[in-house]
């Protein structure tokens, strides 16, 4: 079963608009870290914000956060303010403290911000 | 401080050769990854070193597959003969402590033909 569902493919934003990319996750561990990173076009994997299963605020980084729904099981981000240094495929990852070393990964949001 | 960097950033070679990765993570970084990202699907995880000991290699595909990180600094991975399904982009990562942020490379783009 996937572990991490990202369900838009592509999506696009008008500049200095908000965007919410979905991200819903499956298991069965109470302890657990959420995890988004940028991927942009010259391919490095950036890490922008994280979300402990514990946490009871959701979390925040700069333009970036994070809108955790436990009970539903979505971790989605958003982004305020969009720029055009936005555009970029978004991952979502979660880690399970019981098998702590792997990432798994969803298969990612095109994200495109027109100006 | 230097980030994660992986070697080659590109490489194409024909079915049954030998391509060999290598990434060198954040300095001080005891925990290294790699993942695999085939086209249109997800990245998945390969294995995991912490220092110079294999952690947990449950998502290496085959034997064809060899990872090693001497000394426990910079890690390789060679694909040995490399197959058409082979192809896909291989990223390394690096975290100070497990159960840390892993912080990615640039990935590899390997191209089987």
């Known amino acids: 079963a996937q572990k991490i569902t990202q369900t838009q493919p592509g999506m696009f934003v008008q500049e200095k608009e908000a965007v919410t990319l979905d991200c819903t996750y499956d298991t069965s561990d109470q302890s657990y870290g959420l995890f988004w990173y940028k991927q942009p076009s010259s391919g490095e994997m950036i890490f922008l914000i994280y979300q402990g299963s514990y946490d009871e605020q959701n979390a925040t980084e700069g333009r970036y956060s994070l809108n955790f729904q436990k009970a539903r099981k979505s971790a989605n981000l958003v982004i305020s303010a969009s720029q055009l240094g936005d555009s970029a495929m978004y991952f979502c990852?979660?880690?399970?403290?019981?098998?702590?070393?792997?990432?798994?990964f969803g298969t990612g949001t095109s994200l495109t911000v027109i100006p | 401080e230097a980030g994660v960097t992986q070697f080659p950033s590109h490489s194409v070679i024909e079915k049954g050769q030998t391509v060999t990765l290598r990434c060198d993570p954040i300095s001080g970084h005891d925990n290294l990854y790699w993942y695999r990202r085939v086209m249109g699907k997800e990245i998945k995880f390969l294995l995991h070193f912490v220092k110079e000991s294999k952690q947990d290699e449950s998502g290496m595909p085959n034997n064809r597959f060899l990872a090693e990180r001497t000394g426990g600094t910079y890690s390789t991975l060679k694909v040995q003969p490399a197959e058409l399904e082979d192809s896909g982009v291989y990223f390394c990562a690096s975290s100070q402590v497990h159960l840390g942020t892993q912080y990615f490379g640039p990935g590899t783009r390997l191209l089987v033909l």
């Open positions: 990852a979660m880690r399970e403290h019981d098998t702590g070393n792997q990432f798994y």
